[in-house]
T-cell receptor, first 111, second 113 residues
């Protein structure tokens, strides 16, 4: 079975802090994705990566950056957390245009 | 722009009955994939069913089936013999060329005993 793990289930941070969300997949997938989920808006794509060292902006990249130094790991970085970044963050991975498999999500609260 | 619309924010169904969740999408692509994902209270997103646009036959997975109407750009999910464990948020999603997913707003389904 594909396994996608995220470093934290819940996270509380202060405004202005730098926040790292880590995602690891164990199936050698080329593609990795970061989404945020908000009520009434569904999931929206923040950033994605098709290979190591590669990154592409999604629909809502502002205020975020990413890092992919190894194939299995994709990190989402909030350079200076703000209250409007309080949300659920979901990581996913896939091969080519196949099914995306999701991690359990991180619920981030920025105070 | 490609969009996915789920017009039913909440639905409820009695255990053992059948329920249909609606989804429409907009795209100019001719080859694409459509998905239904389920997110139970545990928050883990789980694939329910997948449909390739070039296949006319509707996908089926046990109690879950879809009604795919390509010309109408409609992709509804039917759940037969509803079970309490089907209680979840359901998301319809469209996969663009390049493998990115565009999600609908979600439908929260409650199965009542």
């Amino acid at each position: 079975d594909v396994k996608v793990t995220q470093s934290s289930r819940y996270l509380v941070k202060r405004t202005g802090e730098k926040v790292f969300l880590e995602c690891v997949q164990d199936m050698d997938h080329e593609n990795m994705f970061w989404y945020r989920q908000d009520p009434g808006l569904g999931l929206r794509l923040i950033y994605f990566s098709y290979d190591v060292k590669m990154k592409e902006k999604g629909d809502i990249p502002e205020g975020y950056s990413v890092s992919r130094e190894k194939k299995e790991r994709f990190s989402l970085i909030l350079e200076s957390a703000s209250t409007n970044q309080t949300s659920m963050y979901l990581c996913a991975s896939s091969v080519a245009e196949e099914t995306q498999y999701f991690g359990p999500g991180t619920r981030l609260l920025v105070l | 722009a490609q969009t996915v619309t789920q017009s039913q924010p909440e639905m409820s169904v009695q255990e053992a009955e059948t329920v249909t969740l609606s989804c429409t999408y907009d795209t100019s692509e001719s080859n694409y994939y459509l998905f239904w994902y389920k997110q139970p209270p545990s928050r883990q997103m789980i694939l329910v069913i997948r449909q390739e646009a070039y296949k006319q036959q509707n996908a089926t997975e046990n109690r879950f089936s879809v009604n795919f109407q390509k010309a109408a750009k409609s992709f509804s999910l039917k759940i037969s013999d509803s079970q309490l464990g089907d209680t979840a948020m359901y998301f319809c999603a469209f996969m663009t060329q390049g493998g990115k997913l565009i999600f609908g707003q979600g439908t929260e389904l409650s199965v009542k005993p």
